[in-house]
């Protein structure tokens, strides 16, 4: 049996088991540096959001390898081959709420059957708030979801928010179970 010292079990326990790489959608220092925040926020946190998801979602992470693009305009999540497209300007706080928001759809993607009033962003706001507390605190989840309902144009986040929120933890999480049964018949 190969022995290792614990600093190189340490370190092989925290590679994250999501390959992501960020690429700047065109070249320039915005998107560069942009690129290069969201690649440390990975290494740092990749190993620690997957586990989380995989934790409160009951869901393994569905791909191994995911590419984001960085980019100006709205964060996407992308499908199958599709990148991910990551916002450039956000904070550090929020590239690191969208990452895992984004990666929720993303390993949401499996759930082929769905009940009729739950789209897309209420789905995933059945375990993303808990998942961001887990993950980072309350205040952080507090912060995240308050941001995201100013969020206008694309969809009403702030409905979506304020309906998942109205729900206790317990609640929604038993609800996502629901959605989790339905696709296991």
């Given at each position: 049996m190969?022995?290792?010292?614990?600093?190189?079990?340490?370190?092989?326990?925290?590679?994250?088991?999501?390959?992501m790489?960020?690429?700047?959608?065109?070249?320039?220092?915005?998107?560069?540096?942009?690129?290069?925040?969201?690649?440390?926020?990975?290494?740092a946190?990749?190993?620690?959001?997957?586990?989380?998801?995989?934790?409160?979602?009951?869901?393994?992470?569905?791909?191994?390898?995911?590419?984001?693009?960085?980019?100006?305009?709205p964060?996407?999540?992308?499908?199958?081959?599709d990148?991910?497209?990551?916002?450039?300007?956000?904070?550090?706080?929020?590239?690191?709420?969208?990452?895992?928001?984004?990666?929720?759809h993303?390993?949401?993607?499996?759930?082929k059957?769905?009940?009729?009033?739950l789209?897309?962003?209420?789905?995933?706001?059945?375990?993303?708030?808990?998942?961001?507390?887990d993950?980072?605190?309350?205040?952080?989840?507090?912060?995240?979801?308050?941001?995201e309902?100013?969020?206008?144009g694309?969809?009403?986040y702030?409905?979506?928010?304020?309906?998942?929120?109205?729900?206790?933890?317990?609640?929604?999480l038993?609800?996502?179970?629901?959605?989790?049964?339905?696709?296991?018949?």
């Amino acid at each position: 049996m190969l022995a290792l010292p614990a600093t190189a079990v340490l370190v092989l326990a925290q590679q994250p088991p999501v390959n992501m790489t960020f690429v700047p959608q065109t070249k320039s220092q915005a998107f560069d540096a942009a690129a290069e925040e969201y690649r440390q926020i990975w290494a740092a946190e990749g190993a620690h959001i997957v586990q989380g998801m995989e934790r409160i979602s009951k869901l393994k992470f569905p791909e191994k390898s995911v590419k984001a693009e960085i980019y100006e305009g709205p964060s996407f999540s992308g499908r199958g081959k599709d990148p991910m497209r990551l916002r450039a300007s956000y904070k550090p706080d929020v590239k690191k709420g969208t990452l895992v928001h984004e990666l929720g759809h993303r390993m949401n993607a499996q759930l082929k059957k769905r009940p009729s009033d739950l789209d897309e962003h209420r789905l995933l706001f059945l375990y993303l708030y808990d998942l961001w507390v887990d993950l980072y605190g309350k205040e952080f989840a507090d912060a995240q979801a308050a941001w995201e309902k100013t969020l206008k144009g694309l969809y009403d986040y702030e409905s979506a928010w304020n309906w998942a929120l109205a729900m206790t933890r317990e609640a929604r999480l038993a609800r996502f179970e629901d959605v989790l049964k339905a696709n296991k018949k």
